[in-house]
C-alpha cells in the first residue's frame, strides 16, 4: 500500500493540469471563541476529542488516534508551536493568553506537518488578536466556586471553618505597543487551583506532610512571554521569548497516581518569511527547554529530568488560482538529561504537499513527509479529493498511511532504555521488554457536506482506522489496604506492549445560523471497536463510545451576548483501576467528621450543561462575564481516581485600554 501511494503522489507532484481554476486546500476546522473561558474550556468545545482529568485543572487529550496515553496535540500560538507536552500530559494553563485575546482557534485531528513543525497527533492553532495602534493595555481577573466540596481550608490544620471549593483566582495582564511596521508586547499570568474534592485531596494531601508541617495542597502557574514583529515590503520577521514555571502534581500513568513536581518552560523563537508574487519562503529557529524538577514532598520523588531542543526549519510555498504546493525540512538537535542519563538526538523531517483544482467541481491533494532519526525513519502519506456533486452536496474522501517514530512517541520508556532509572525510585517493575516499535496506522475518512438551506449545513463522516502496532503503556495498579494513608495505589508490573486492532468513529454535525445574532449546532460522534488484542480493547474502553455537544449562542445587541452548551458524554472503563473497584476513599485530616467515597473502574455517563452571559461596558472597553457550569449538578466525573466536579460558578472581569 506505501508503495502505490507514494508512486501516486511522485505522479501528482510531476504532472501539472493545464486547467484554470481556484486552488483549494483541506478544509480546517475552527471554533467560536465566545463561551471559552479557561483554557481548557478550548478542549471541552471541540466536537472530535475528547479529555480525561485526575484534578480538573489539567487534561490528557484523545484527539482521534493514539488516546490519552498517547502524544497530545501540538499547540501553536499565531503560528509558532509550544512543546510543553511532558511524557505524554500536557497543561494549557501553562499557555501565555487568555481566551479573550484568541481570534480564531484552528484544529485538526489528524497528523500532519503544520507552520514547519511535525503536528503528530493533529494541532490546535490560537491566533491571537493583533496589537492596536499606539498604547494598549488588557488586564482580567477569573475567580469561581464549587458547591457540596468542604473547601480549601478543610484541611489545613491551621484552618477549621467549612467553606466552599474555591476555583482560581487567575490573573492575566498584558501591555502592548503597534506602530506602522512594528509592535511589542508582553504578557503576564498566574493561575492557581486547588485540588480539593474528597477523591483526589486525600490522595494528594498525603505527599504534604514534611518535617512537621501540612504545606498546601495546590497548584500554582505562572507565565510571561515577550514577543516583537517588524515588517517591511514584502519581508516580515518575528522573535518570542516564553517563561512558565508549574509547581503541580503530575499524574504519571506508569506510577498510577500523581507526583509532586515543579515543571518548566522556557522557548526562544525567531521567525522570518518573503512573499514575492505567488511565492512564500519562512525561516525560523526555536529552542525549547523543558524541565520537571523537585516539589517538597515527604516520599522524596524527583524526576530530576530537563530536556532542550534546538529546531531549524525552512519553508517554501507557491499558490496561484488552480495550484498549491508546499515543502520544507527540519533540523532537530535535541539533549536531554536525567538522573544518571545524558542522551543526545538528532532528527531531519522532509516534507511536502501539493493541492490542485482539477477542475472547477474538482480537486484532489496530497502530502508526504518523511521522518528520519538515527536508527530508523518513519514514512506518512496521505491523499485526498473533494467533489461538488451538487450545489448543495460535496463530498471529501481521504486515505492516509502514517508511521511515528518511537522517539516521537513521548514516552517514559524510550528514556528508561537509555539510562533515566526513574522506575526504580518509585517501585515500578517490569517482566517484559518494553517495546521500541514505531507506531502504525491507515485510516480511511469519507464526509458529506450538505447545505439544507441557506443558513443550516449538515456533516455527516465516518472514519475507519487500523493500528497495524500502536504502543500501549499499561499499569494495573494495587490497592494499598491501609486507606488511612492517602495512597490508595501502588505501582505493579508494567508494560509498553506493541498492540494491533481497528476502530470506528462516526460524526453527525448540524448548524444553523439565523442571522447575526443566533447561531446554535449539534455534534455527535460515536466510536466503537471492530477487533484487536485483549489489551487493545481494554485501553480503548477509557475512551467515551459516545459523545453529544449541543451549543447555541445569542447576541441581541452589540454589547451583550448569552451562550449554552450541553453535553452528553457515555460511560467509560478504566481497566488498570480493577483492583480498587468497590474500595472506599476518605478524607485526610480528623479535625471533621471523615468522610467517605467509593471507587468505580467505570466512570457514570452524564449529561451537564453549561450556560455563560457576557457584558460590555464603557464602549466595549470593560467585559464581565458569569457562567454557571454543571447546571444540573450531576456527578461529572472523566477519571476513575478524578474529581466528582459539581455545579460551579465563574465570574470574569476583563479590561481593555
Known sequence: MIRRLFILLLFLCCNTPDVLGQATTEKKDSLA?????????????????????????????????????GPQPTVYIDDIPIDFSYFNWQNLNMLPLSTDQIKVIGYHSDPRAHHGMLARSGYLDLRTLPPDTGFSIYSSITVGNQIEDPGPWSYDPSRVTPNIDRRGPHYISEIAYGGSRWYAKGHLSLRQHQPTNLNNNHRIGSYSYVDGVWHPVKTTVGNGLAEVGFHTGNWSFRTRGLLSTNDEYVFFQPFGREIPAVTGYRQLAVKASRKTGSWSLSARYLANHKSMEYRVNNKGYNFDWWRINHLFSLSSGYQNRWLSLESGGILEISNARGLQMVNQQSLATLYGSISSQLHRDHSLRAGLNIDIATHETATSLSIGSTHQLTDDWSISAVLDYNEMLNYRQESSTYWYRRGYDLFSQLGITHSRPFSSQKNSSTQVKLTNDYTLAPAVSLTLEGTYIDHHTLNIPWQVVAHDEEQYTGIYTHPRDFAFTAEHGSRFRLKLGLTQKVGPGFTHELNMIHRYNRDGTARYHSYWKQIPKQQLRYAVKIRPVTDLSFSAAAFYRSTANWKEYQNLEGEQYRSLQPQYPLQYGTFHTRTPSFFNIDITARKWFWDRRLATTFSLRNLLNTEVRYHTLGPDQAMQFIIKASLSL
Open 33 to 69: 471563541t465566545s463561551i471559552l473561558i479557561k483554557p481548557n474550556d478550548i478542549l471541552q468545545a471541540i466536537p472530535e476529542w475528547t479529555a480525561a482529568t485526575t484534578d480538573g485543572f489539567a487534561y490528557r487529550v484523545h484527539s482521534g488516534r493514539y488516546g490519552f496515553y
